[in-house]
């Protein structure tokens, strides 16, 4: 489990690198989500949890996409 709590965050750290706000709302999400389910003692239920931690990370890794205005038209 904090395997991958730090997996998450590190994968935060570079998807959203430079842009103070994603960084903060990403962190308090995840902190929230992994704090909200700390309780939880079904095997099944972690399993599963854990399965969907998993899951956005790899989206958040393949499928995020961080844009930067160059010019007052052009992104």
Excluded: G, P, W
């Excluded at 962190?27 to 969907?52: G, P, V």
Aim: no cysteine; net charge negative; glycine share 0%.
């Amino acid at each position: 489990v904090l395997k991958l709590f730090k997996l998450l965050h590190r994968t935060r750290q570079e998807v959203f690198k430079n842009d103070t706000r994603a960084l903060e709302a990403a962190r308090q999400k995840i902190n929230e989500e992994f704090r909200n389910n700390q309780d939880e003692t079904s095997e099944e239920k972690i399993n599963e949890l854990l399965k969907i931690a998993s899951d956005v990370e790899v989206i958040l890794r393949t499928s995020v996409i961080q844009a930067v205005h160059t010019d007052s038209d052009k992104i």
